[in-house]
C-alpha cells in the first residue's frame, strides 16, 4: 500500500489550541497548562451563519481552516471526510424533548443542524466546493474509521482530503451512551503525494483487538484522549509532534485495532 501525506493539521482542544502551539507540548518540549476553551468564532463563516450554527459546526469549520490554511492548497479543490462519534448530541436532545410536547414544534434551525452531514454543508459552502464530501458517525472508532476512509478514497479517486473528526459534550441522557467530558476537534490534509508542506507520511494497517493501545504519555492529555472519541488520534499526533519514526495503535471496533506508522518528511 502506498503512503499518505499529513500535509496540514488542525486541532483544538482543551490546552490544544492551534497545532502552532500545540506541537511542542505533544512532543514533549513545553509543559502542558491547562486553560479553559475559548470562544469559537471561525472567520470562514459568516456572522449570521455562526449565529445558526452550534459549537459541534464551529469546532469543525475551526480546525478545517487551520489544516487547509498550513497545506497551503485551495481548499475547493480538496474532497472531504467528516467523522464524529454521534453528530450533534445537544441538538438530538433538544429536538426529541420538543417532539414530546403536547403541541410539538420543531425549530427549522434546529432540524436543519441536527444531520450528521451538517458541518460538511456548512464546509463545502464556504469553501464553494463542488468535491464530494462523506460524513459517518462512528462512536469510539470514529477517527480510526474516518482515516480509512479518506485513506481510500486518495488510493480510489486520486482526491487530495480534508479529514476532520470531532465531538462536543453531549447532555444528559445521552451522554449515559456517549459520555464526552470536553470539546476536541482534529483536521488533516491527506495527499496521496508529497507536498512542500507535508510533516509525515503516514501508512496503516489493521490488527487485533488485543494489541495494546497507545498513550502519548503526558497525564493531562491522555485524560484528553480518554475523554472523547475524537480525541483518540492524540499519540498519532504527538509521534508527528516529535518528528520521530514510529508506529501507534488507535481504536477501531471491539475486534479489532488501527495500527499507523509515521515517517517524518523532513
Partial sequence: MADYYISGIGIFGTGL???????????GHEKYVFADLP??????????VRRRAGSYIRLAAEVATEAVDSSGLDPSRLASVFTTTESDGTITDAICRAICEEEPVVSPTLFHN???????????????????STSIAGHEGCFSLGLIEACLQ?????????????????????????????????????????????QAAINWKVIPASETLSEVGIKAIDKIRLGNPAARCLP?????????????????????????????CN
Fill in 17 to 27: 489550541v492551534g497545532w502552532q502551539t500545540s506541537e511542542p507540548v505533544l512532543a
Fill in 114 to 132: 441536527s444531520v450528521t452531514n451538517a458541518p460538511a454543508g456548512y464546509w463545502c459552502m464556504a469553501v464553494q466546493s463542488l468535491k464530494p
Fill in 236 to 264: 498519532l499526533l504527538a509521534q508527528i509532534a516529535r518528528n520521530e519514526s514510529g508506529s501507534v495503535v488507535l481504536p477501531y471496533n471491539d475486534y479489532q485495532h488501527l495500527q499507523v506508522t509515521i515517517s517524518p
Fill in 154 to 198: 486518495i488510493e480510489t479517486e486520486s482526491n487530495d482530503m480534508l479529514y476532520v473528526c470531532h465531538d462536543v459534550t453531549m447532555p444528559y441522557p445521552i451522554s449515559k451512551v456517549a459520555n464526552i467530558e470536553s470539546d476536541y476537534g482534529t483536521a488533516m490534509v491527506i495527499t496521496g503525494a508529497q507536498k512542500k508542506t507535508s
Fill in 39 to 48: 470562544k469559537l468564532a471561525p472567520a470562514l463563516l459568516p456572522a449570521g
